[in-house]
Structures are given as structure tokens and as C-alpha cells.
Nanobody, 123 residues
Framework: QVRLVESGGGLVQAGGSLRLSCAAS????????MGWYRQAPGKQRELVAG???????NYADSVKGRFTISRDSAENTVFLQMNSLKPEDTAVYYC?????????????????WGQGTQVTVSS
């Protein structure tokens, strides 16, 4: 079983910064993609940023130039550095990790979600 633990959310004023972290643990054989999603009240969950195993990244248009996703492959951890935060960035942020896990002697594909962390940006 793969477990994700998120940290780093909180309350910040517009223009401020926050850094989210998400650590994956468990019987992980390999990780392919890692990403961050967010869901604001009354809205659908949306992709904020993703990073592949090779390190290539993609971002939602609304956060390009302000957010940066990175990963520490050795620690199975993904980060989201959020700068120049705006009130419209207020949401619950979820980490997502996809890869292959071990269930000796077999391997299986997993796609796991974190518990979510609240980010609130005041104007």
C-alpha cells in the first residue's frame, strides 16, 4: 500500500508564498508521474502542475510563471512552490502519485491521492 502525506498549506496574504510538500511511502517499486491538483468550493478538481519521471513539467495556465513543481526522487517527494499567490488560488490542494508498487512476488500499478491541504489567500 502506498501512502501520501502532505504538508505546507496555510493562510497567506495576496502576493505571498507557500511551499507544499508530499511524501510517498510504502512498498514503492517506481514512481512515474507526480502532481498537484486543487479543488475550490463549488468547483471541480483541476490539475495545477505535474512532473514526469524524466523531470518534464506541465502547468495550468493560471499558475504559469508563479508556481514551480519539483521532485526529490530519492525521497519520493514532490514539492509545489507557490509565489505571488492570489485569492483565486484559495482551494484544497491534493497530491497525486502514480507508479508501480510491490506486492511480493507481484507488482501492481497504483494511483494514490493525498489527504488534501488547505491553502487560503486573503486579499
Amino acid at each position: 500500500q502506498v501512502r501520501l502525506v502532505e504538508s505546507g498549506g496555510g493562510l497567506v496574504q495576496a502576493g505571498g508564498s507557500l511551499r507544499l510538500s508530499c511524501a510517498a511511502s510504502g512498498s514503492i517499486f517506481s514512481i512515474n508521474a507526480m502532481g498537484w491538483y486543487r479543488q475550490a468550493p463549488g468547483k471541480q478538481r483541476e490539475l495545477v502542475a505535474g512532473i514526469s519521471r524524466s523531470g518534464s513539467t506541465n502547468y495550468a495556465d493560471s499558475v504559469k510563471g508563479r508556481f514551480t513543481i519539483s521532485r526529490d526522487s530519492a525521497e519520493n517527494t514532490v514539492f509545489l512552490q507557490m509565489n505571488s499567490l492570489k485569492p483565486e488560488d484559495t482551494a484544497v490542494y491534493y497530491c497525486n502519485v502514480a507508479g508501480v508498487a510491490k506486492a511480493t512476488p507481484a507488482l501492481y500499478v497504483f494511483n494514490s491521492w493525498g489527504q488534501g491541504t488547505q491553502v487560503t489567500v486573503s486579499s
